[in-house]
């Protein structure tokens, strides 16, 4: 559906927008990084400052319904009690449905085995407090009751839900660093996000030790401290130093042989919800992505 304006007057593209329809504005600015607003032809930012006679194209994706239905998809559950799970997630899974993967998810899975989650995030992500990357292996929280996903995603904002990954990236690192920055969409390729400016993007910082140094390769510990889409990805392509095996990312490489990116969410720590206590899990680097740091 395409919604025209013209003869306006000036004022901020995403505001103008909000103003003359029902539309949020985190759907417009989605719609905006997808390419799906112009003015006058052209895809501008959302700050854009509309001008007398600037027309502007608005194109909304056709509404697809995705029926969320339990499946029998083999689920590795480190911890349960009647508060929360937590899941060590296969590599190639996808979390929850989307418009471009509608079965097979974590999700699905999770309808199957669970018969109790929160409903705080909807039918489509019932019980998700946090997303992990289809193939981004490692451990996740899911939230059984509305009160205990209202506590973790507290956690997760005021960054005391530790999280922690594993990564092998191309090239050799030997001190601790951070990386901090604003991250948004990649304008020259919409896939990706990348490092901008504080006005087209988030907050973001991740910082990464040293577990192993390789002749051309290093093995990181990376700690999140904000959750922002491809973070790591991005921060480590940003310092020129992908993951191996990203292939969105630059980290293709010629000498490991990998169908997947080498990033791995090995340990989690947070306070549950009722209890109060401390609870800490870690977990082992799969088999598959063990066997490349045996052959290096």
Avoid at 264 to 291: D, S
Wanted: aromatic share 6%; with cysteine; glycine share 6%.
């Amino acid at each position: 559906m395409i919604i025209k304006y013209s003869n306006l007057d000036k004022a901020r593209l995403d505001v103008f927008i909000a103003q003359q329809t029902k539309l949020t504005r985190s759907y417009i600015k989605t719609l905006n990084d997808n390419g799906n607003i112009k003015v006058n032809g052209k895809v501008q930012k959302a700050g854009y400052m509309l001008s007398s006679g600037d027309e502007i194209d608005i194109i909304l994706p056709e509404v697809q319904t995705i029926d969320t239905a339990p499946e029998d998809i083999p689920l590795d559950i480190v911890y349960e009690d009647d508060q929360l799970v937590v899941i060590n997630k296969q590599i190639g899974l996808v979390v929850h449905p989307c418009n471009t993967t509608k079965t097979h998810t974590l999700v699905n899975a999770l309808m199957y085995h669970i018969k109790k989650l929160s409903a705080i995030n909807g039918v489509l992500r019932p019980g998700i407090v946090h997303r992990l990357d289809k193939d981004t292996g490692g451990l996740i929280i899911v939230a059984k009751t509305d009160e205990a996903h209202k506590a973790l995603s507290a956690q997760l904002k005021d960054k005391t839900l530790n999280r922690q990954y594993k990564a092998l990236i191309k090239g050799r690192i030997t001190k601790d660093f951070d990386v901090v920055g604003f991250i948004g969409r990649n304008p020259k390729n919409r896939q990706q996000m990348a490092m901008v400016g504080e006005t087209n993007g988030k907050y973001s910082k991740t910082t990464f030790s040293i577990d192993k140094v390789y002749d051309h390769y290093t093995l990181l510990n990376c700690k999140l401290w904000t959750g922002r889409t491809h973070q790591i990805r991005a921060h480590l392509k940003s310092i020129g130093h992908p993951i191996v095996g990203d292939s969105l990312y630059g980290g293709t490489d010629k000498t490991i042989k990998l169908n997947t990116q080498f990033l791995f969410a090995y340990k989690l720590e947070f306070v549950h919800p009722t209890t109060g206590k401390t609870l800490c899990f870690t977990i082992q680097i799969p088999e598959n992505l063990q066997n490349i740091l045996n052959s290096l």
